[in-house]
């Protein structure tokens, strides 16, 4: 696409105070219709890419084992059936799967033996009989066990946490201490062990990489925001900035998290009741599914918290000063021809390089066309 209407503004026309306000926006960078839609291409996007990756690196990881793969799978798949139909109704069944996919998380958040070897005999206790709750809430999946499990855990955290704040070895082990990071885990996991909705949102967020996702999340966060806003706008608002990063990552974090373990449960129920199910077929199946609706839950639950997030604490610092610049240039070109011409000049320039695939390109194409008419 060629934009080549190149208009000259002498002052003796009055075109509309809506449409020079979208040029002067357009042109400056600052978005027009602030819609970012959740659709069906927008969730599904990478749903395939993961199940591609996590497909390879299941051939790789049982590379002249896959005989043996698949009649675990299998085995896994007839737990999951059996415990479907042991809860004599849909809706019971469906939660004893849910609560059962659960064990293998837990089962991989436990320490392994060489870091349990430098604990305390105390807390190699708790850790094994957060294993047995664990192993027994796969065969299970009953809501006792699960509660049961997801709290055992909880307190091995804590004694383990208390156990590091008190003899930390390496640097790392010595800087979180610093940072009072082991004491903090402690008290948390101590907290969420009093509660079984609290142990196990905790555990199921350690599962799903929430605690990664929030120091990444919250390095982009800074380098893309926050730091910008302090270079800018000075320290009044970098400090209103970082009030807002702080929301918005955790609520993306939790939503993707809460997100992606409620597809993950979904896909476990699916692949119980699905033609086939007990047997590898049907096992993997049941996984693949699980995998995409992780996915596409994990994105759904993060772009509605972060939205949630947004309306609460308001937009980015940075964004609001770039509005303000935009609506000022919109005013001078209300009143000043040359002025107008420059910002549809860098209006054409801009739609000249990118095209019309975005919302507000098209928004800005209507009001150059509104203006030139």
Same mark, same amino acid.
């Given at each position: ?92 069944g469906a939660g004893m799967v849910a609560n059962a996919t659960s064990s ?12 349990? !070897?430098?604990?305390? %005999?105390?807390?190699?206790? $708790?850790?094994? @009989? &957060?294993?047995? #709750? *664990?192993?027994?809430?796969?065969? =299970?999946?009953? !809501?006792?066990?699960? %509660?049961?499990?997801?709290? $055992?855990?909880? @307190? &091995?955290?804590? #004694? *383990?946490?208390?156990?590091?704040? =008190? ?18 885990? *402690? ?94 077929v049907g096992a993997v199946v049941g996984a693949a599914i699980g995998s ?82």
């Amino acid at each position: 696409m060629t934009y080549n209407y190149n208009p000259s503004f002498t002052g003796t026309r009055y075109p509309s105070p809506y449409d020079i306000e979208n040029l002067a926006k357009y042109a400056t960078g600052v978005a027009i219709s602030n819609q970012d839609p959740i659709n069906a291409s927008s969730l599904a996007s990478g749903a395939v890419g993961n199940l591609t990756i996590e497909g390879l690196s299941w051939l790789k990881d049982n590379k002249g084992n896959y005989k043996s793969a698949l009649a675990a799978s299998a085995q896994n798949a007839r737990a999951m059936s059996g415990i479907y139909k042991s809860g004599g109704s849909f809706v019971r069944g469906a939660g004893m799967v849910a609560n059962a996919t659960s064990s293998s998380q837990l089962l991989g958040l436990i320490p392994d033996a060489e870091k349990l !070897a430098g604990m305390s %005999k105390h807390t190699q206790s $708790l850790y094994s @009989q &957060a294993k047995i #709750a *664990a192993e027994t809430l796969g065969q =299970t999946g009953t !809501a006792h066990a699960a %509660k049961t499990a997801n709290q $055992l855990l909880c @307190q &091995a955290n804590a #004694a *383990a946490a208390r156990e590091a704040a =008190t003899k930390a070895t390496g640097i790392w082990g010595k800087f979180k201490n610093f940072l009072g990071i082991n004491k903090a885990s *402690a008290a948390i996991n101590t907290a969420a062990a009093k509660s079984s909705v609290g142990s196990a949102c905790l555990n199921q967020f350690k599962a799903h990489g929430g605690s990664v996702m929030l120091v990444l999340e919250g390095a982009t966060e800074a380098v893309t925001n926050v730091y910008p806003t302090f270079k800018q706008l000075g320290a009044k608002a970098g400090m209103k900035q970082l009030g807002k990063s702080t929301v918005k990552t955790a609520a993306s974090v939790g939503g993707w998290v809460a997100g992606a373990a409620l597809g993950t449960k979904l896909g476990a129920v699916i692949g119980s009741v699905i033609p086939g199910a007990g047997t590898a077929v049907g096992a993997v199946v049941g996984a693949a599914i699980g995998s995409i609706c992780s996915l596409i839950g994990g994105t759904l639950g993060s772009k509605l918290a972060k939205k949630g997030a947004e309306k609460v604490v308001g937009k980015d610092e940075l964004v609001l000063a770039q509005e303000r610049q935009a609506k000022e240039l919109a005013n001078q070109a209300k009143s000043n021809g040359a002025v107008l011409n420059q910002v549809t000049a860098a209006a054409v320039e801009r739609l000249n390089a990118e095209g019309l695939q975005s919302a507000d390109a098209r928004i800005a194409y209507n009001s150059l066309n509104a203006i030139a008419s």
